[in-house]
C-alpha cells in the first residue's frame, strides 16, 4: 500500500477520532471558582464561564435529601443560581454540582464535565442582616428600644417567611450599643427579648444602635442604623426666661402694628364717607 493510501487512512482515523471526543463532550471544560452566597437564608451558588458555547445545569444534595435540579438552572447560560426553595432545611448540609453542556448540541452526554461546590451549612454559613427597632421615650430618665427581628427566605407550611428568631429562637439576642449624644464613650447590654428598658440621664440625648448575636452557632449579624432621643435641651422649658420675654415683646409689637393699621384705615374710611355726604361743606370750606 502507497504513502498517499497510509496518508488517507491516517487522516480518517484522525477525524473519527475528533467527532468521537466532540461526541463524548470531551472538548468541554467544567466551571470554575465555585462559590455560595446567602444573606438572611437566601441563598446562590455562583461560578465563573469558561467557554461562550456553554450551558450549565446545577444539581444540589443534602446530607438527608437527594439531588434536585432548578428547571431555570437546567441547559442556561446563566453563571448564577438562587437555590433557596431547595435547602429549606436550615440544619442540613448541602453540596451543589455545576454540569457543563454544549450550546450547539442537544443530545446528552453520558459523563459531562463538573465542579462540585464545597460543603454548605445555612444554618451557620449565612450572613444576617440588619434589624430594625423602634426607640420609645417612656419618661425623662427611661427609654424602651421595642426591636422588629428580621425575615428570612425560609417559608413555614403556610407559605409566609420565618424571622430569624423563629430559627434561631433562644439562641438570638441583640447587641444594643448606646451612647450620649457627642460622645465617644460607647456602651454595650444585651436583650434577649424584643422589648428592652433602658435607664438614662434627664436631659442628655442618648443614641442607640443594635446588633443581632447568635449565641450558637456563634456569629454576628449586620448593626442597625442609629436613632436617638429628642434632645430635652432644645424644649422650651429649658430655653429661660429671657426667651419668654422677647417672644412676648415680639407678640406685643405685632399686636400693636396690626391695631394702629386698622385705626389709620377706619379714619381714613371715615372721613371719606364724611366728604361724599356734605361735598357743599367741603367747597365753601
Same mark, same amino acid.
Given at each position: 500500500?502507497?504513502?498517499?493510501?497510509?496518508?488517507?487512512?491516517?487522516?480518517?482515523?484522525?477525524?473519527?477520532?475528533?467527532?468521537?471526543?466532540?461526541?463524548?463532550?470531551?472538548?468541554?471544560?467544567?466551571?470554575?471558582?465555585?462559590?455560595?452566597?446567602?444573606?438572611?437564608?437566601? +441563598?446562590?451558588?455562583?461560578?465563573?464561564?469558561?467557554?461562550?458555547?456553554?450551558?450549565?445545569?446545577?444539581?444540589?444534595?443534602?446530607?438527608?435529601?437527594?439531588?434536585?435540579?432548578?428547571? /431555570?438552572?437546567?441547559?442556561?447560560?446563566?453563571?448564577?443560581?438562587?437555590?433557596?426553595?431547595?435547602?429549606?432545611?436550615?440544619?442540613? +448540609?448541602?453540596?451543589?454540582?455545576?454540569?457543563?453542556?454544549?450550546? +450547539?448540541?442537544? /443530545?446528552?452526554? /453520558?459523563?459531562?464535565?463538573?465542579?462540585?461546590?464545597?460543603?454548605?451549612?445555612?444554618?451557620?454559613?449565612?450572613?444576617?442582616?440588619?434589624?430594625?427597632?423602634?426607640?420609645?421615650?417612656?419618661?425623662?430618665?427611661?427609654?424602651?428600644?421595642?426591636?422588629?427581628?428580621?425575615?428570612?427566605?425560609?417559608?413555614?407550611?403556610?407559605?409566609?417567611?420565618?424571622?430569624?428568631?423563629?430559627?434561631?429562637?433562644?439562641? $438570638? /439576642?441583640?447587641?444594643?450599643?448606646?451612647?450620649?449624644?457627642?460622645?465617644?464613650?460607647?456602651?454595650? $447590654?444585651?436583650?434577649?427579648?424584643?422589648?428592652?428598658?433602658?435607664?438614662?440621664?434627664?436631659?442628655?440625648?442618648?443614641?442607640?444602635?443594635?446588633?443581632?448575636?447568635?449565641?450558637?452557632?456563634?456569629?454576628?449579624?449586620?448593626?442597625?442604623?442609629?436613632?436617638?432621643?429628642?434632645?430635652?435641651?432644645?424644649?422650651?422649658?429649658?430655653?429661660?426666661?429671657?426667651?419668654?420675654?422677647?417672644?412676648?415683646?415680639?407678640?406685643?409689637?405685632?399686636?400693636?402694628?396690626?391695631?394702629?393699621?386698622?385705626?389709620?384705615?377706619?379714619?381714613?374710611?371715615?372721613?371719606?364717607?364724611?366728604?361724599?355726604?356734605?361735598?357743599?361743606?367741603?367747597?365753601?370750606?
Amino acid at each position: 500500500m502507497g504513502c498517499g493510501a497510509d496518508f488517507a487512512i491516517t487522516l480518517g482515523f484522525a477525524i473519527i477520532c475528533l467527532n468521537c471526543g466532540l461526541g463524548s463532550g470531551t472538548s468541554l471544560e467544567p466551571v470554575t471558582n465555585v462559590t455560595w452566597k446567602s444573606f438572611n437564608f437566601r +441563598t446562590t451558588l455562583q461560578w465563573a464561564a469558561t467557554s461562550e458555547d456553554s450551558v450549565y445545569t446545577v444539581r444540589v444534595s443534602g446530607e438527608q435529601s437527594n439531588w434536585k435540579k432548578k428547571p /431555570e438552572c437546567t441547559r442556561s447560560k446563566i453563571t448564577s443560581c438562587d437555590l433557596t426553595n431547595l435547602i429549606q432545611n436550615v440544619a442540613d +448540609t448541602y453540596t451543589a454540582e455545576v454540569l457543563t453542556y454544549s450550546a +450547539t448540541k442537544t /443530545e446528552d452526554v /453520558e459523563e459531562p464535565p463538573l465542579k462540585r461546590s464545597t460543603a454548605f451549612q445555612p444554618l451557620k454559613q449565612t450572613d444576617i442582616g440588619q434589624a430594625t427597632f423602634e426607640l420609645i421615650e417612656k419618661n425623662k430618665t427611661e427609654v424602651q428600644l421595642t426591636i422588629k427581628d428580621p425575615l428570612t427566605f425560609i417559608k413555614f407550611s403556610n407559605n409566609t417567611f420565618k424571622t430569624i428568631r423563629d430559627i434561631y429562637g433562644s439562641n $438570638l /439576642e441583640y447587641i444594643v450599643f448606646y451612647w450620649k449624644d457627642r460622645s465617644s464613650g460607647k456602651k454595650s $447590654l444585651i436583650a434577649k427579648d424584643q422589648d428592652k428598658r433602658i435607664k438614662v440621664e434627664e436631659g442628655v440625648t442618648y443614641c442607640f444602635s443594635i446588633q443581632p448575636h447568635i449565641k450558637s452557632p456563634f456569629k454576628d449579624g449586620q448593626e442597625s442604623s442609629v436613632k436617638c432621643t429628642r434632645s430635652q435641651r432644645d424644649s422650651p422649658s429649658d430655653y429661660g426666661i429671657g426667651v419668654y420675654v422677647l417672644i412676648i415683646i415680639g407678640a406685643l409689637l405685632v399686636i400693636g402694628i396690626i391695631i394702629g393699621v386698622t385705626v389709620y384705615l377706619c379714619r381714613r374710611k371715615a372721613v371719606h364717607n364724611s366728604a361724599e355726604m356734605n361735598p357743599l361743606k367741603m367747597v365753601s370750606a
